[in-house]
Nanobody, 127 residues
Framework: QVQLVESGGGLVQPGGTLRLSCAAS????????WGWFRQAPGKEREFVAA????????YYKDSVKGRFVMSRDNAENTVSLQMTNLQPEDTAVYYC????????????????????WGEGTQVTVSA
């Protein structure tokens, strides 16, 4: 089993920066695709970013490209999301997710493609 725990959320002003971390434990070597999703009040959970094992490429939601960077530290078993120039529309609960599947581009943006989820961390962008 794999467990995920997110941290790093908080309140930030527009234009500010936050770094989210996802600490993984358990059989992390079995996970092949890692993702970040977010869910704002009254909205469905949406894809933010993803990265696949053995592939340096990252994939992003269009509205966060150029502002968010996802990375994975294999030695530390952590996945991070560096978020810059945050805007009020980025306000949401952010979730880390993982799956043993080697997701293709059309499926890595779909929440149901992931097997393991963290509890989430709140990000609020407000003046």
């Amino acid at each position: 089993q794999v467990q995920l725990v997110e941290s790093g959320g908080g309140l930030v002003q527009p234009g500010g920066t936050l770094r989210l971390s996802c600490a993984a434990s358990g059989r992390t070597f079995s996970m092949n695709t890692w993702g970040w999703f977010r869910q704002a009040p009254g909205k469905e959970r949406e894809f933010v970013a993803a990265i696949r094992r053995g592939n340096s490429a990252q994939y992003y939601k269009d509205s966060v490209k150029g502002r968010f960077v996802m990375s994975r530290d294999n030695a530390e078993n952590t996945v991070s999301l560096q978020m810059t120039n945050l805007q009020p529309e980025d306000t949401a609960v952010y979730y880390c997710a993982a799956t043993s599947g080697r997701l293709i581009l059309s499926t890595l943006r779909i929440p149901d493609s992931y097997d393991v989820w963290g509890e989430g961390t709140q990000v609020t962008v407000s003046a």
